[in-house]
């Protein structure tokens, strides 16, 4: 059973960095691109950032580019996200997530639980 | 980047069909066939329940239908149910590699 666990969340200042983690499990990491997907409170869904299975190819939104890095260990079957500079705008649940198949944007199949991020002063 | 349009809300009666819009450009959901939908519940993580336009993961029930026409993706839900009562989003590839969501549908089931 594919499992996706996030941590890493809490409260930030504005202008602060946080580092989030996703433990996996249940799949051959190393196999798939990851990504991450944020949600405000009340809000819609937003694509962030996908990394590709070895990891040397990224893709960002636009809202994030330059502020966050995304990247993976795949000896430990973690992904992370590196995010510097938050605003208060970032503030969300953020999630992991992964396609059943071979192109990481066909369907996110797989998602962890979240990981809420605030950022206030 | 600009999010896919959706109706904020759509209502049905139990055993009704509804059908949920989402507009684009063709810059996303008219450049390629990777239109996928999501069901969220209160509190839980999205659930993936069309993907490829209209292609359902195994264990979706198959009221659930989608379809595309341009730059305008639908997801049809028939037979409506009170456990449908969710919001609903819609994701398309982009031309620049990267993935943009609808700003969700409200399903409320009267």
């Known amino acids: 059973e594919v499992q996706l666990l996030e941590s890493g969340g809490g409260l930030i200042q504005p202008g602060g960095s946080l580092r989030l983690s996703c433990a996996a499990s249940?799949?051959?990491?190393?196999?798939?691109?990851m990504s991450w997907v944020r949600q405000a409170p009340g809000k819609g869904l937003e694509w962030v950032s996908v990394?590709?299975?070895?990891?040397?190819?990224?893709y960002y939104a636009d809202s994030v580019k330059g502020r966050f890095t995304i990247s993976r260990d795949n000896s430990q079957n973690t992904l992370y996200l590196q995010m510097n500079s938050l605003r208060a705008e970032d503030t969300a649940v953020f999630y992991c997530a992964k396609v059943d198949n071979s192109d990481w944007f066909r369907g996110f199949r797989h998602w962890g639980q979240g990981t809420l991020v605030t950022v206030s002063s | 980047q600009s999010a896919l349009t959706q109706p904020a809300s759509v209502s049905g009666s139990p055993g009704q069909s509804i059908t949920i819009s989402c507009s684009g450009t063709s810059s996303d959901v008219g450049a390629y066939n990777y239109v996928s939908w999501y069901q969220q519940r209160p509190g839980k993580a999205p659930k993936l329940i069309i993907y490829?336009?209209?292609n359902r993961p195994s264990g979706v029930s198959d009221r659930f239908s989608g379809s595309k026409s341009g730059n305008t993706a639908s997801l049809t839900i028939s037979g409506l149910q009170a456990e449908d009562e969710a919001d609903y989003y819609c994701s398309s590839y982009t031309t620049s590699t990267t993935l943009v969501f609808g700003g969700g549908t409200k399903v409320t089931v009267l």
């Open positions: 249940g799949f051959t990491f190393s196999g798939y691109a």
């Open positions: 990394i590709y299975s070895g990891g040397g190819t990224t």
């Open positions: 490829d336009v209209s």
